[in-house]
């Protein structure tokens, strides 16, 4: 699996929204791009995933740059619920030998 | 919640002890992953398995052991415990081999 790279930490103003960057220049053209949290010592959440296009959930939204070296995470109303790690990860198999997390973005979200 | 269900919450024991930590997937999921957390080493991915058999192995040490059983629920099995096994034991569950996992709330185990 491809290599992340994301900024260790970031700070975003309630009701704001918040751009995670993701840097991810050795992705192969089966790897797609997946993104995750995880709140304090809970469980990690899958939030969102993409291969080529943008993608839009109920939670997030991913856009993906057209040589898929990179992409941005958007949380389009931060609230202090989203403070968390936020990780990157590609993966060919959609982690079917397993997701690789490196050390993620710290979002904090300021009231 | 995601479904993933994850007992005890808590295990605290003793070096050179064995213990055993039980998941219970999503309805309908068919894959379970096991994932280790601990301060240094970050998040890593032990093993999975998917419908009863083994399909990929991660950095899991020879004295961890795990099965996946008829009803899917599975269970890891951590022997000869040592200090540096003191971490949060999370298991996630896929519907198929691959695909987005979905994450239980963790063991938090403390070897003393």
């Known amino acids: 699996d491809a290599k992340t790279t994301q900024p260790p930490s970031m700070d975003c103003a309630e009701g704001r929204a918040a751009n995670l960057p993701c840097n991810h220049s050795t992705i192969s053209g089966n790897e797609y791009v997946y993104w995750y949290r995880q709140i304090h010592s809970q469980g990690p959440q899958y939030i969102i995933h993409?291969?080529?296009n943008n993608e839009t959930n109920e939670m997030a939204s991913l856009i993906i740059t057209e040589d898929r070296k990179s992409s941005t995470l958007i949380l389009p109303h931060a609230t202090l619920r989203d403070t968390a790690v936020y990780y990157c990860i590609v993966s060919a198999g959609g982690g079917a030998d397993g997701l690789t997390f490196g050390k993620g973005t710290h979002l904090i979200i300021q009231p | 919640d995601s479904g993933v269900t994850q007992t005890p919450k808590h295990l605290i024991t003793a070096t050179g002890q064995r213990v055993t930590l039980r998941c219970s997937p999503r309805?309908?999921?068919?894959?379970v992953y096991w994932y280790q957390q601990s301060l240094d080493q970050g998040l890593q991915f032990l093993i999975q398995y998917y419908n009863g058999e083994e399909r990929a192995k991660g950095n899991i040490l020879e004295r961890f052991s795990a099965q996946q059983f008829p009803d899917l629920h599975s269970e890891l099995n951590l022997s000869s415990l040592e200090l540096g096994d003191s971490a949060l034991y999370f298991c996630?569950?896929?519907?198929?081999?691959?695909?987005?996992?979905?994450f239980g709330p963790g063991t938090r185990l403390l070897v003393l």
């Open positions: 996630a569950s896929s519907v198929g081999p691959s695909g987005d996992q979905y």
């Open positions: 309805s309908g999921d068919l894959s």
């Open positions: 993409g291969l080529k």
